[in-house]
């Protein structure tokens, strides 16, 4: 019996000990992985990390909290650098005032496409960014896929006092809030002078080609017809079914017809060509360009000789509405998820708690003034795109400048909710069905 208890004494005194020193190996793995990790770059996916241009060298990292942004690539790059000195802007804005987050900020629009469903399970998959900013047009798309984290700030308050109301109603999906509302855009109608136009006035300059566009503008002249409650998913059925909307849009752009009876609005001369209409703006004496808020604030950046007489609602119908598109900050689902062992509960909250220092910093009037007023560059200049905001537009400059004015009255009269779901995997068909039936030419 004094040789079994004896054993077994021995047996759990080894125990104890064994457990003892892999739980001291245990911690020693996790502060050698933590302060010895490879480069950001190294570990994330070709592209994410814009091809290693942020340095690695990061202040206090074993402090630091590490925040990985990717920007919606798709707005003026006036500079012709990638929208790199924007990124840097924002970096450097960030980074003054929370010093405890090392922010490393992407968004090229000749490395990343946020319209392609694979490339958003890479941007928002568990190697990927911590925060995307994204069309809503496919916020229904992501939260199928479980990409997106449902109420990623709720100390933000999405109302009408805060931000555009059809921005709100963009980022919410099935009774949840998914995102927070960055910019909004539409195809808006601006009567065009110009000082240096030699040629005589057109009627309209604008595009009705392409897989997004056309099927944009039948929406658009979709709920003109019927009313912005009409939308639903029966709206987008193939091939359409409402003969009364296809007669709309053949009638506006019937009025791009030139004299030797050409028409660069259904062929494919503006066809994702915004330099074409541009160029056809200035040379014009005065004209009609239907075309996003930030491609008129091109042309006026491009001839400043430029002149915005009036800005309205497409004639799509009587109705007058316009249907508008919102960008939204969205958070990376896999963030919220300690998916290894050494991750602790205080590691995943700080992580947490810098994405939403970013969503509220990057959404406030303060900085979308600077993001439209160019705040980043060297020269002045202004971008004219449309902040969800609504702090932004009771700012003195902004409401002083008779475009963004204009611009802001029609929205505020006639702007509605675009989709946010559906319209993604059907936008090829569509388009394919409403350029047949109006005889458009082929691409």
Same mark, same amino acid.
């Given at each position: 019996?004094?040789?079994?208890?004896?054993?077994?004494?021995?047996?759990?005194?080894?125990?104890?000990?064994?457990?003892l020193l892999l739980l001291a190996s245990a911690t020693a793995i996790s502060a050698h992985i933590q302060k010895h990790s490879a480069p950001i770059s190294d570990v994330y996916p070709q592209g994410l990390m814009n091809n290693g241009e942020y340095s690695d060298e990061f202040s206090d990292y074993e402090n630091a909290v590490?925040?990985?942004?990717?920007?919606?690539?798709?707005?003026?790059?006036?500079?012709?650098?990638?929208?790199?000195?924007?990124?840097?802007?924002?970096?450097?804005? &960030?980074?003054?005032?929370?010093?405890?987050?090392?922010?490393?900020?992407?968004?090229?629009?000749?490395?990343?496409?946020?319209?392609?469903?694979?490339?958003?399970?890479?941007?928002?998959?568990?190697?990927?960014?911590?925060?995307?900013?994204?069309?809503?047009?496919?916020?229904?798309?992501?939260?199928?896929?479980?990409?997106?984290?449902?109420?990623?700030?709720?100390?933000?308050?999405?109302?009408?006092?805060?931000?555009?109301?059809?921005?709100?109603?963009?980022?919410?999906?099935?009774?949840?809030?998914?995102?927070?509302?960055?910019?909004?855009?539409?195809?808006?109608?601006?009567?065009?002078?110009?000082?240096?136009?030699?040629?005589?006035?057109?009627?309209?300059?604008?595009? &009705?080609?392409?897989?997004?566009?056309?099927?944009?503008?039948?929406?658009?002249?979709?709920?003109?017809?019927?009313?912005?409650?009409?939308?639903?998913?029966?709206?987008?059925?193939?091939?359409?079914?409402?003969?009364?909307?296809?007669?709309?849009?053949?009638?506006?752009?019937?009025?791009?017809?030139?004299?030797?009876?050409?028409?660069?609005?259904?062929?494919?001369?503006?066809?994702?060509?915004?330099?074409?209409?541009?160029?056809?703006?200035?040379?014009?004496?005065?004209?009609?360009?239907?075309?996003?808020?930030?491609?008129?604030?091109?042309?006026?950046?491009?001839?400043?000789?430029?002149?915005?007489?009036?800005?309205?609602?497409?004639? *799509?119908?009587?109705?007058?509405?316009?249907?508008?598109?919102?960008?939204?900050?969205?958070?990376?689902?896999?963030?919220?998820?300690?998916?290894?062992?050494?991750?602790?509960?205080?590691?995943?909250?700080?992580?947490?708690?810098?994405?939403?220092? !970013?969503?509220? &910093?990057?959404?406030?009037?303060?900085?979308?003034?600077?993001?439209?007023?160019?705040?980043?560059?060297?020269?002045?200049?202004?971008?004219?795109?449309?902040?969800?905001?609504?702090? *932004?537009?009771?700012?003195?400059?902004?409401?002083?400048?008779? !475009?963004?004015?204009?611009?802001?009255?029609?929205?505020?009269?006639?702007?509605?909710?675009?989709?946010?779901?559906?319209?993604?995997?059907?936008?090829?068909?569509?388009?394919?069905?409403?350029?047949?039936?109006?005889?458009?030419?082929?691409?």
């Open positions: 019996l004094f040789l079994y208890c004896y054993t077994a004494a021995i047996s759990a005194h080894m125990l104890v000990s064994v457990v590490e925040l990985r942004v990717l920007i919606y690539p798709y707005i003026p790059d006036l500079k012709n650098d990638g929208l790199k000195s924007l990124r840097k802007y924002i970096k450097k804005e &960030f980074e003054a005032g929370h010093p405890d987050i090392t922010l490393h900020v992407d968004g090229d629009p000749s490395v990343h496409d946020p319209y392609s469903t694979d490339n958003l399970k890479t941007y928002l998959g568990t190697n990927g960014y911590d925060v995307v900013e994204v069309d809503t047009i496919l916020l229904g798309e992501m939260v199928k896929l479980n990409l997106v984290e449902p109420h990623p700030h709720p100390g933000i308050p999405l109302d009408d006092s805060s931000f555009l109301r059809f921005a709100v109603d963009a980022v919410r999906y099935k009774g949840h809030v998914y995102g927070i509302p960055t910019l909004v855009c539409a195809n808006f109608l601006a009567a065009m002078t110009s000082e240096n136009g030699k040629d005589d006035a057109v009627n309209l300059i604008g595009s &009705f080609r392409g897989s997004w566009t056309l099927p944009g503008h039948y929406l658009n002249a979709y709920i003109n017809k019927y009313g912005a409650s009409s939308m639903d998913d029966g709206v987008l059925s193939n091939p359409p079914e409402h003969s009364d909307v296809l007669n709309s849009i053949r009638q506006f752009s019937d009025t791009c017809v030139r004299k030797d009876g050409s028409n660069p609005c259904t062929d494919k001369t503006y066809k994702d060509n915004t330099s074409a209409q541009i160029n056809d703006v200035i040379k014009s004496k005065s004209s009609h360009f239907l075309a996003y808020a930030e491609v008129i604030g091109q042309a006026l950046f491009t001839d400043p000789s430029l002149k915005v007489t009036s800005v309205k609602v497409p004639p *799509f119908g009587g109705a007058g509405y316009l249907q508008m598109y919102t960008d939204a900050l969205v958070a990376n689902r896999n963030t919220y998820k300690a998916t290894c062992w050494w991750q602790t509960g205080t590691r995943t909250k700080a992580k947490k708690n810098a994405i939403q220092k !970013f969503m509220a &910093f990057y959404t406030s009037g303060d900085f979308r003034y600077k993001y439209a007023f160019c705040g980043d560059m060297d020269f002045k200049c202004i971008r004219y795109v449309l902040p969800a905001c609504s702090a *932004f537009y009771k700012n003195t400059l902004v409401h002083w400048n008779s !475009f963004y004015t204009q611009l802001y009255d029609v929205m505020m009269t006639s702007g509605t909710a675009g989709p946010n779901h559906e319209i993604y995997y059907k936008k090829d068909c569509l388009d394919g069905s409403i350029s047949t039936q109006l005889k458009y030419p082929p691409l």
